[in-house]
């Protein structure tokens, strides 16, 4: 079973670009990487998703290496409004969906 | 268009009592999940459907702990006579397509449990 480990806290200020890490050293031919974004009393909210090299889209971009141990979600000119919990999630074809305790980024003004 | 809907919102509720927490996923999501968020942690997964069939609930923390799906919509979580410790936000999610698609959870803002 993929297991992820995150930095627990980050800080940031407006403006700034934003690169959090998340390592999964044991991670199987067939997973995806997942990136979500969970407000204070919201459930997740899917960010982005990829299986190697660069994906973007309108709201952040993931780097993958070749080895795939591990990936950075890159947020673009954060904002006091991306203030959240950012989770790594590795699927295993639904065995299971283990989130770890996730990033905590604090945007300051 | 509708996202996951969890009812209730809130519940609270004296030890030893039975809850039922609901969960109406995305219209044509045949992937349904359900996790439980304690404060300030990250999430804890419970049982999975595809369509109706629930293949492993061996995340499911005890035997208090229930789960059932009909029609391939509507899903419920049972807990029989609840804990202190079974408070928490119980979440639910759906995806579309089969569970090994890789295919993007929808979260509802869940429903936020409290034991007295």
């Known amino acids: 079973l993929a297991k992820t480990t995150q930095p627990i806290s980050m800080d940031s200020y407006e403006g700034q670009e934003v690169n959090i890490t998340c390592s999964h050293n044991?991670?199987?031919?067939?997973?995806?990487i997942t990136w979500y974004q969970q407000f204070p009393s919201q459930g997740p909210r899917f960010i982005i998703q990829?299986?190697?090299t660069k994906v973007t889209n309108e709201v952040a971009s993931l780097f993958i290496p070749a080895d795939r141990k591990s990936s950075t979600l890159s947020l673009p000119r954060v904002s006091l409004s991306d203030t959240a919990v950012y989770y790594c999630?590795?699927?295993?074809?639904?065995?299971?969906?283990?989130f770890g305790p996730g990033t905590r980024l604090s945007v300051l003004p | 268009g509708a996202g996951v809907s969890q009812s209730p919102s809130n519940k609270v509720t004296e030890k030893g009592k039975d809850v039922e927490l609901r969960c109406d996923p995305i219209?044509?999501?045949?992937?349904l999940y359900w996790y439980r968020q304690s404060l300030g942690q990250g999430l804890e997964f419970l049982i999975y459907?595809?369509?109706?069939?629930?293949?492993?609930k061996s995340g499911l923390p005890s035997d208090r702990f229930s789960a059932e799906r009909t029609g391939g919509s509507v899903s419920t979580l049972t807990i029989q006579r609840t804990q202190q410790e079974d408070s928490a936000v119980y979440l639910c999610?759906?995806?579309?397509?089969?569970?090994?698609?890789?295919?993007?959870?929808?979260f509802g803002d869940g429903t936020r449990l409290s034991i007295l």
């Open positions: 999610a759906s995806s579309y397509g089969a569970i090994s698609s890789n295919q993007p959870q929808h």
């Open positions: 044991n991670i199987a031919t067939n997973d995806y």
């Open positions: 990829g299986y190697k």
């Open positions: 999630l590795v699927d295993l074809w639904g065995q299971n969906f283990v």
């Open positions: 219209s044509g999501h045949t992937a």
């Open positions: 459907f595809q369509g109706n069939s629930a293949p492993d």
